[in-house]
């Protein structure tokens, strides 16, 4: 990672999860680990502390997908992902290490509200190996607090993307009110939806709507090539 300012400076610091981790114009992570994963930025004296930049660190070619948000009594759908879609069989679904579900068929999990409050994984055969299970990150799926935030919802409901999928969030407010959307507190956009077009690495982040009469909860979008 480099921290390119208009007028270098003498002296760069890094912070990861705002944890100080080092000097220099430039960052370098050799053979990276999922314990790199995290919130990145730099500051310099000159010009002040960079925008955020997430990086997920992921040891295989699968993604489970869930909603970004799951309130109380919700019903939800889980999606195991993979980036070889065309060559993926097999698909088994995981809850609390324990298979639950498998499918040739169908990458998705229906989830009833009373199956919620746990941690889930899945994992796919890919072609040529179909011995060979490739596994997702573990999900802990859990509530979310709803404290008189503005609501907002994500067509597809997933809360993790491969490269080149679309995301559209709507903030659900009144008809004359502005709406104003945030990447790591930076403004990225305005007005009541905000559409995300063959997303890349770089939207990755923690997003927020913000209104005249209120703000929606922050939430983590990630994306995987």
């Known amino acids: 990672m480099t921290c390119n300012v208009e ?3 003498s002296f760069y610091y890094w912070y990861h999860n705002n944890n100080w981790i080092s000097t220099g114009k430039n960052y370098v992570i050799v053979f990276a680990g999922s314990g790199d994963s995290g919130d990145y930025k730099c500051w310099t004296r000159t010009s002040g502390t960079s925008e955020i930049v997430t990086l997920s660190v ?4 699968v993604i489970l997908q869930a909603p970004l948000y799951v309130y109380e009594g919700d019903n939800i759908s889980l999606r195991c992902s993979s980036a070889f879609r065309s060559q993926a069989t097999q698909t088994i679904f995981y809850r ?4 639950i579900s498998k499918s040739t068929t169908n990458d998705t999990l229906e989830l009833k509200y ?3 409050k746990a941690t889930y994984s899945c994992s796919k055969q890919v072609l040529p190996t179909i011995s060979t299970h490739n596994y997702s990150a573990e999900t802990t799926i859990s509530y979310t607090e709803n404290a ?3 609501p907002v919802t994500f067509t597809p409901d997933w809360n993790k993307l491969l ?3 679309n995301i559209t969030m709507t903030c659900h407010g009144g008809n004359y009110w502005t709406y104003h959307w ?5 403004f990225v956009a305005e007005g009541q939806t905000y559409t995300i077009t063959s997303a890349q690495v770089g939207h990755s982040g923690i997003y927020q709507c913000r209104t005249s009469h209120g703000d929606s909860l922050q939430f983590r979008l990630e994306v995987s090539n």
């Open 7 to 9: 007028t270098p400076a």
């Open 58 to 61: 992921i040891s295989g070619p």
């Open 96 to 99: 609390n290490n324990q298979t």
């Open 114 to 116: 009373t199956d919620l």
């Open 148 to 150: 008189g935030t503005i």
């Open 163 to 165: 490269t080149g999928d």
């Open 182 to 186: 945030f990447q790591n507190d930076m």
